[in-house]
């Protein structure tokens, strides 16, 4: 086995893929990447495989691991004080592997999912709605930022309801702004989608690209050290602007009563829907996993989308 700790390295926290003790891990994650499984995703799936086989169980192979094993390592997840849903997360990974291996027969030694089995125990909570999650509060964190870049980025998240990371990543011929869509390329599950917007974002992002200062990394919104902003800036900004704004307390942890990146995809969520948008349209905006959604290239599907997306988003009313 290699001497590197990394199977996939990167320069990213987040991207890194560990390798495993196991080869039938690293099998595992082989696949999935090149199936087209998220380096981020890989990067979960590989950190519980490395604590459970290399930490918790280290004289356990693959095969040898029952029930009763998983049962034990929810245990000390739960002497963790860890949330349900966290704990959901570790066992889908490790169920994850089971479900894979038994799906191919060069593995016959796997016989069995362990930790689906306990996975299906533990139900799995759904967080209500915050209370600050209105497009009235939106509106008014967007206002209160300074920055012409988080200014620009908040308003992004706002109307198009991406995830905090894939506007992160948004890179300057990503922007469609002469056929009003912006591209989002690395989306939950490694789908890549092209979004409407409409002609106020547009205007923003045209005034933010007049008077940013371009840093060579080919990203809309940059780090001032290079490369793209990271989303721990973002929260930060965010959070800086929901308490000036009024909207949330400093210091504020609870999850009702924080607004944070993801809040923003919560409220146009709701909007929309309230708004009358299809569901299949919403689906297809928000970039959700785990469902079909419409042929990017598709020209009538992406203009049908725009149309509705006009229909139902308001307007922030702010400026830079």
Known sequence: ????????????????????????????????????????TLNEYSRTAKKFFHEEFSQLDPEDVEVRDIEKYLARLNQRELSQNTK??????????????????????????????????????VPERPDCA????????????????????????AKTGCRAREACEIRMDDLLLD??????????????????????????????????????????????KGGRMKRKQLRRHVRSAAVKAGVMRQGETRFHKKFTPHTFRTVFTTLMRNQGMS??????????????????YTRVDRTQAREEYLDCIKKLDVHI
């Open 134 to 157: 209105t497009w009235e509060n939106a509106r008014k964190i967007v206002e209160a930022v300074e920055d012409p870049r988080n200014f620009t980025l908040t308003a992004v998240l």
């Open 279 to 296: 569901d299949h349209i919403l689906k297809y905006i928000r970039g959700d996993s785990k469902s079909e959604t419409m042929d990017i």
């Open 88 to 125: 959901r997360r570790y066992l889908e990974s490790l169920s994850a592997f089971y479900s894979w291996a038994l799906q191919r027969p060069r593995y016959e030694s796997v016989t069995g999912n362990p930790a689906g089995v306990i996975l299906e125990e533990i139900p799995k909570n």
């Open 1 to 40: 086995m290699s001497d590197s700790e990394f199977l996939f390295d990167a320069d990213s926290w987040e991207q890194k893929v560990y390798r495993n003790q196991h080869q039938i891990i690293n099998d595992w994650l082989r696949s999935k990447e090149t199936t087209g499984k998220s380096r981020r």
């Open 179 to 224: 056929e009003g869509f912006i591209r989002l390329r690395k989306r939950k599950g490694g789908k890549q989608t092209v979004v409407p917007i409409d002609d106020e974002l547009i205007e923003l992002i045209e005034f933010y690209q007049v008077i940013r200062t371009d840093q060579g990394s080919g990203y809309l919104f940059e780090s001032l």
